[in-house]
């Protein structure tokens, strides 16, 4: 006998820079010897299409708290140290378009979740207008100069990553403060 129905949407994925998770996993660039369709690795898209994840979400781990999107978007991308995983160079080479062109591959509804750590409200609400809103701002003018008109309607926001540990070692009524403060900017558009 049924008594509810669980959700498919608890039943998502995440995508994390770690290993190889992203870089070679997931993504292996146009110019790759690796079979790609746009740079993503074709046999990977084939898997999750054949899991049909009905949500991802990026940037996963502790990675998120160390992640400003503006660094991964445009031609010219911004390289930093990945202190969360190894210390090695994040060249920003897979960022917020091709984590929804990849979101697009294979199905999946793109949840994305904001840099509460090192971040500020005023950045995530910035990420939001790039993303969704629809045409005649800054921020989606310069989405649609990246070759992205139409906006991308992310749906999914998570407030931070792992504020627990990694993310920032935070207490409980402290990160209650700052997601109050993060998600009073999450507005529809």
């Not at 110019?31 to 996963?60: C, F, H, M, Q, T």
């Not at 500020?120 to 701002?137: I, K, T």
């Not at 990553?161 to 900017?185: H, I, K, T, V």
């Amino acid at each position: 006998q049924e008594e509810g129905r669980v959700s498919p949407l608890l039943h998502g994925q995440f995508a994390e820079h770690l290993g190889s998770c992203v870089y070679g996993g997931l993504w292996v660039g146009e110019g790759s010897s690796i079979p790609n369709i746009r740079g993503y690795r074709k046999s990977a898209i084939d898997y999750l299409k054949a899991l049909e994840v009905p949500v991802l979400r990026w940037p996963g781990g502790c990675f998120a708290d160390d992640y400003h999107w503006r660094e991964g978007i445009g031609k010219n991308r911004s390289k930093r140290v990945n202190i969360s995983w190894g210390n090695y160079i994040e060249d920003n080479g897979f960022g917020t378009h091709e984590f929804i062109g990849l979101c697009r591959l294979i199905g999946a509804e793109p949840y994305l979740a904001g840099n509460v750590a090192s971040g500020s409200p005023a950045e995530m609400r910035d990420w939001l207008e790039y993303c969704n809103y629809p045409a005649g701002s800054k921020l989606s003018d310069e989405r649609a100069a990246n070759d992205s008109p139409e906006p991308f309607k992310v749906k999914y926001w998570g407030v931070g990553n792992e504020s627990w540990g990694c993310g920032g070692n935070m207490r409980p009524d402290y990160y209650g403060g700052l997601y109050r403060q993060f998600a009073s900017f999450l507005h529809e558009m």
